[in-house]
C-alpha cells in the first residue's frame, strides 16, 4: 500500500463545482526520494519501499551511510511503506502528489497534540458528577479497587495522567484537490497534528 510523506501546513476553505464549501486540511507532501526498495525474495523477506523526504544537512550519521549507498540527497525522514509488488519503483525515483487523485479515500496518520496531564473528564470523556444535590466529586474517576475484594486497582484503568502526542490514524478522508506544482494536498475535514507536524498519506482500500 504506498503511501508519501507530508508535512501539515494549516487548514483552508475549498470551493468545489457543485458550489459547496469544504473545509480542508492543506498537505506538503513530497516530493519524497525513493531511498531503498525491500523484495520478498531478498534478504529482507518482503516488498517495501523505503521514503525520504525533506532536504536536510543535519542528519545522523547512520542516516548518511543509508543515503550514500542510495545516492539521493541527504534528507530528515525516512518512512517505509508496504506494497504488494516492487516492480514499479526504483532508487532514487521521486514520488510527488500526483499518485493520489482528487475523490480518492485516503488515511492519514500523525501524531495528536500535547495536552499535558489531564484529567479523567478531559483524557477520558468521563461525565462526571452531578452538579447539584450536594455532590463534590464532578470531576475526579470515583471510586474504585474496592476495600476488601479485590483490595487493588486493575491494570488498564481508566485514570488521570499524560494526554497526546500519540500516534493516530484517521481513516476515509476525502482527497479534495491536488497541487503538483506546489507539491500539495488538499484533505477534505481535519487530521491528526499540529501545524508543521509529519503525516503520512496512503490510499485506502
Do not use: C, E, T, W
Given at each position: 500500500m504506498i503511501g508519501i510523506i507530508g508535512k501539515k501546513i494549516g487548514m483552508t476553505q475549498i470551493y468545489k463545482e457543485d458550489g459547496k464549501l469544504y473545509p480542508s486540511t492543506v498537505i506538503e507532501a513530497g516530493p519524497c526520494h525513493i531511498v531503498q526498495v525491500k523484495s520478498d525474495g531478498g534478504v529482507d523477506g518482503y516488498n517495501a519501499v523505503k521514503l525520504g523526504f525533506e532536504e536536510s544537512e543535519k542528519i545522523s550519521k547512520p542516516q548518511k551511510g543509508i543515503l550514500s549507498k542510495s545516492g539521493v540527497p541527504n534528507v530528515k525522514y525516512l518512512r517505509e511503506f508496504t506494497v504488494d509488488s516492487v516492480?514499479?519503483?526504483?532508487?532514487?525515483?521521486?514520488?510527488?502528489?500526483d499518485i493520489f487523485e482528487v475523490g480518492e479515500k485516503v488515511v492519514v496518520t500523525g501524531s495528536i497534540k500535547g495536552r499535558g496531564f489531564a484529567g479523567v473528564t478531559k483524557r477520558h470523556g468521563f461525565k462526571g458528577g452531578d452538579s447539584t444535590h450536594g455532590c463534590r466529586a464532578q470531576r475526579i474517576p470515583g471510586s474504585m479497587g474496592g476495600s476488601s475484594d479485590p483490595s487493588r486497582i486493575f491494570?488498564?484503568?481508566k485514570l488521570p495522567g499524560h494526554y497526546g502526542t500519540t500516534r493516530q490514524s484517521t481513516k476515509g478522508l476525502e482527497v479534495v484537490m491536488v497541487d503538483t506544482e506546489?507539491?500539495?494536498?488538499?484533505?477534505?475535514?481535519?487530521?491528526?497534528?499540529?501545524?508543521?507536524?509529519l503525516v503520512l498519506l496512503t490510499k485506502q482500500h
Open positions: 516492480d514499479d519503483y526504483a532508487v532514487g525515483s521521486v514520488l510527488g502528489p491494570k488498564g484503568k506546489r507539491n500539495l494536498i488538499f484533505i477534505k475535514g481535519a487530521v491528526p497534528g499540529s501545524k508543521k507536524g
